[in-house]
């Protein structure tokens, strides 16, 4: 997925440099001198964890270690609300809901054995982003962003051998576009996440089978990452 997302946004610059040898009539020209901003967002995203893993061995001699087997397509939606606080600089909240799954495989050293987790993702969001935008030229305005976003996990499961903690918070960095269309505005938005928190939830007294309890003790940290392609309409 994250091969593609690039490709998209190479495309996307390979029509701003086409497109921006000459001035051309300018759709929508006074959006930009409104103080606020509101609309909406869909995008696709792809969900990672990163695995610190001890080399835990157990009594019986056993040795497992985690790893992300597979990543499969997500997607989030949300509400954009956007204040230039000057003409190139603007505050962005945008409370969201991401919807995804991460597919978990212990592997064990040496019978190669497997035991696999699918964990289902719910997350409600309200990333902070603070927006830096080049001067506009025709009908596009590329910009980069950064800022927080705090994540609140409302699908974990207990009883599985990995148990995460509800809560983290991202730092974003990004890149991305404003295309003036004659009636809207089309902002696609790549973006970057990095989480903050060890989402390891080490206190496994929800466990009725304590067999599983290696696969906790298998790993020191555990921190969230995701990839994100946006498409904003105001």
Not at 32 to 46: E, M, N, P
Not at 211 to 225: E, G
């Given at each position: 997925?994250k ?71 997500a ?11 000057t ?7 945008l ?22 987790q ?27 962003v ?13 009883r ?52 599983l ?22």
């Amino acid at each position: 997925m994250k091969r593609y997302l690039l490709l998209i946004l190479v495309v996307t610059l390979s029509v701003l440099v086409v497109n921006g040898q000459q001035r051309r009539v300018q759709n929508r020209p006074y959006i930009d001198q409104r103080r606020l901003h509101y609309g909406f967002f869909i995008g696709l995203h792809s969900q990672d964890l990163e695995f610190v893993n001890n080399g835990f061995i157990t009594e019986t001699g056993e040795s497992w270690f985690a790893d992300v087997a597979e990543y499969s397509p997500a997607f989030h939606v949300g509400v954009l609300a956007e204040a230039w606080i000057t003409p190139n600089l603007a505050v962005r909240v945008l409370p969201s809901l991401y919807f995804g799954q991460r597919g978990v495989v212990f592997h064990e050293q040496y019978t190669h054995e497997e035991h696999r987790q699918t964990m289902k993702s719910t997350l409600l969001a309200c990333p902070v982003n603070l927006k830096f935008s080049a001067p506009r030229f025709n009908n596009h305005r590329p910009f980069f962003v950064a800022g927080l976003n705090p994540t609140l996990s409302l699908t974990n499961k207990d009883r599985q051998a990995l148990l995460l903690k509800n809560m983290d918070c991202y730092i974003e960095v990004g890149l991305g576009c404003d295309f003036y269309l004659p009636y809207f505005k089309l902002i696609p938005e790549l973006k970057f996440c990095f989480g903050l928190r060890d989402l390891l939830e080490t206190d496994r007294s929800d466990l009725t089978d304590k067999s599983l309890l290696k696969f906790t003790h298998s790993v020191d940290k555990t921190t969230a990452r995701m990839i994100m392609l946006t498409f904003y309409f105001e």
